[in-house]
């Protein structure tokens, strides 16, 4: 299989090496680290061990791409600057499936508009993982994929990817409703990751650890609640509890990846996994105090690591 990463940040290294490890021909697109994965490849720290991993081509541009793809893998950060559909249609064939790797809820629309006869997965991505330097990517907790077709079902070739990943033991599962998934993926990332930034830069134990910013997740993650059953989804409490719990009983507590950006004075993710929330809300007349609240704070030009 012939695979296109457009994206080799943290989550699209690591399981774009994972890909490579079981015969997958997969060539990446780089900026800031063009040069050192040219030179030496991308060097992975992982809990499912320690490797190098050379891509086929390392590209600076996706035009460069020589060949067609089976599938190209997006896992870019989700920016309102950036357009997917512009970045990848001049490489996509008629026979390419795409598959994105992204926070968020509602971020395929607008590939789907844009390619509306093109197989389109959605994956799910729940792991800690981080690139603090260029061409190295570390991986120290978690790692769960949820793979789910989005549009035009190929299940031959979504069977295929996710056979790939399993067999390079990287725990997945096909869901039968990505949508739903995305909704409890949700719960965690507008809860722990604007409260890990407006609360001075604290990990997952420092925030579960303060029983008012505990019970601030908790609120935080009923009002996703909310707006998932506004779009017919029944969220539980149990869930939500279930979310907590786990994340509390983490070995190694987890910096979130707004946090991450934040520190790196990075451009954060604050309209894929907040403000497409907060416009679905207005579109169903909803009100999300606290998520409108944390949109405000990150989205102020006054914000500074």
Not at 103 to 116: C, T, Y
Not at 152 to 159: E, F, V
């Amino acid at each position: 299989m012939k695979i296109l990463v457009i994206g080799t940040g943290a989550i699209g290294g690591l399981y774009a090496a994972k890909l490579s490890q079981v015969g997958a021909e997969v060539s990446v697109v780089c900026r800031s680290d063009y040069e050192q994965a040219k030179q030496g490849g991308i060097a992975i720290k992982s809990l499912w061990g320690d490797f190098n991993f050379k891509p086929h081509q390392v590209l600076r541009d996706v035009k460069e791409f020589s060949g067609q793809a089976d599938f190209i893998l997006i896992a870019t950060k989700v920016l309102p600057e950036i357009s997917l559909p512009d970045l990848i249609r001049p490489v996509l064939t008629p026979e390419t499936s795409i598959a994105i790797i992204q926070n968020g809820i509602f971020i395929e629309k607008d590939l789907a508009q844009a390619f509306p006869n093109h197989h389109l997965l959605s994956i799910i991505a729940f792991v800690a993982v981080r690139k603090e330097r260029p061409a190295l990517v570390e991986h120290d907790g978690d790692g769960r994929l949820t793979i789910g077709e989005f549009q035009n079902p190929n299940p031959q070739k979504t069977r295929e990817i996710f056979e790939l990943w399993q067999k390079s033991g990287v725990p997945c599962i096909l869901s039968e409703d990505v949508q739903f998934d995305r909704w409890k993926k949700l719960l965690w990332n507008a809860s722990f990751n604007p409260i890990s930034v407006v609360a001075g830069g604290l990990d997952t134990k420092q925030i579960l650890d303060d029983p008012k910013l505990k019970n601030l997740i908790r609120n935080v993650m009923l009002e996703v609640k909310l707006l998932a059953k506004a779009q017919g989804y029944e969220i539980s409490e149990e869930l939500i509890d279930k979310t907590i719990s786990d994340t509390a009983a983490r070995k190694v507590p987890a910096i979130t990846s707004m946090l991450l950006d934040f520190r790196a004075s990075k451009k954060m993710e604050v309209e894929a996994i907040l403000g497409n929330a907060l416009r679905f809300a207005r579109d169903k007349n909803i009100e999300l105090p606290l998520i409108s609240e944390f949109y405000r704070k990150l989205s102020s030009p006054s914000l500074r690591a």
